[in-house]
């Protein structure tokens, strides 16, 4: 399985065009390329980052054609809605109701869902946000891959490991020649289709590096580019734009003023939303979020956070638990139970019923299964690891040592076998 199905190109307007996945029609983005309908396109996170042959594309169509359906079927299976469970409570399941067929919930809803305890009633929360990821997005799930070039990181968020004040930790960074090969190995031996450039705030790395860095991964590769690397001049994420990275992950981590300040020194979240904003504007695709559970955030705050990332037209969900770091103010403090942090990945499926939503590596250092419940109870979108291995256990956020140890072929095996058993399939999610 490679991660992307071709589409075949049915209309065009301006740079938007239509794609058709077996029958299914997704809309993207094509910045690249000179397209007539009938040719045959790559699109990934709603863009298109390659054009193909038309006999290569039929070729490929042939090996995915039964696998396709197949994984269709088991994927309606599994999404069926299990909500007639006696003695429910009504209020409860008034609002499941109400969000199964794709209304909008109220905060205090959303709320409600989010504070349950029940064992019934989770099972009904996590099923109904698999319902609706099921009939708004089909199966298409993405599978990314992120490459942590540097763990220099001139800020102090008090619950990251690779703060700047952290002696303890050997700090990284690798070369853009060395970037470039991981980048190849991803996209030429394994498939990848999305790629995402992290690092903490590093500017010993220079933004014409970066740039030319990205350059050069557009012209040798057909990827699809995010960025990561925090706050830097305005002037890089419009030059980076034109140079061809065309997506930015770049979490606000609450909107909770006052705990952002406490837990940022260095920086104010009017100034990351001010980012948030300003890469809209460009035209970046914008995968944002927080963190759930920090010590001190409060239920609400969580569902302020969706809704707010939801306002800020959000392309991309990126919510992960708090994991404390033996190393930071906030060692003593305690990552959130994974049923509260999936009870959260579903009242945001409800919250947005055909956003991408993403299962974070944090998340998956809970539990061995988290991923498999993640994608079960609304998200739909993955991330594997391409760090080198000699450096992946640096990029030390949060200890996570049970997701980076794996190759990269472990891992490709372990998706490709997680989404077959699920029914997922890697065609475009659109735009
Ligand atoms: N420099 C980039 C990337 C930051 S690291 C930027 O500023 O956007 C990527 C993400 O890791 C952060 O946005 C933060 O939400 C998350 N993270 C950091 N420490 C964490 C921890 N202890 N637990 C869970 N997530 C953490």
Known sequence: ???????????????LITV??????????????????????YAQG???VQKIDEKDAEEILDTWKELFFELKKTDARLSRLHNDKPHLDKDFLKIINRATYGKSISHQEALRLLLSTDSDEKEVLFKSANFVRQKFLDNACCVHGIIEFSNICRCQCEYCGIQSSNINLKRFSLKPGEIINVVADAVIRFGFKGIVLQSGEDLSYSSEELLDLIKMIRKKFPVFLFLSVGEREEEFYRK????????????????DENLYAKLHPDSSLQER????????????????GGLIGLPGQKAESIIDDFLFAKELGCDMYSFGP???????????????????VLKALSVLRLIDSSGKILVTTALETLHTQARRRALLSGANSIMLNLTPKEYAGLYDIYPRSSTVDSSVEEQVRNAQQLLKEIGRAPTDLGI
């Open 1 to 15: 399985m490679c991660y992307a199905i071709p589409g075949n190109v049915k209309s065009i307007t301006g740079n």
């Open 20 to 41: 058709d996945y077996f029958g299914e029609k997704r809309k993207a983005r094509n910045d690249f390329y000179n397209l007539q309908v009938g040719d045959y396109v």
């Open 46 to 48: 709603g863009f298109v």
């Open 240 to 255: 980076a734009y034109e140079a061809g990275a065309k997506g930015v992950l770049f979490r606000f981590e609450t909107s």
């Open 273 to 288: 939303v001010r980012y948030l904003k300003f890469f809209k504007d460009v035209g970046y695709l914008i995968a944002t």
């Open 322 to 340: 708090f994991i404390p770091h033996i190393d930071t103010s906030l060692a003593d403090d305690h990552a959130p139970d994974i049923e509260y």
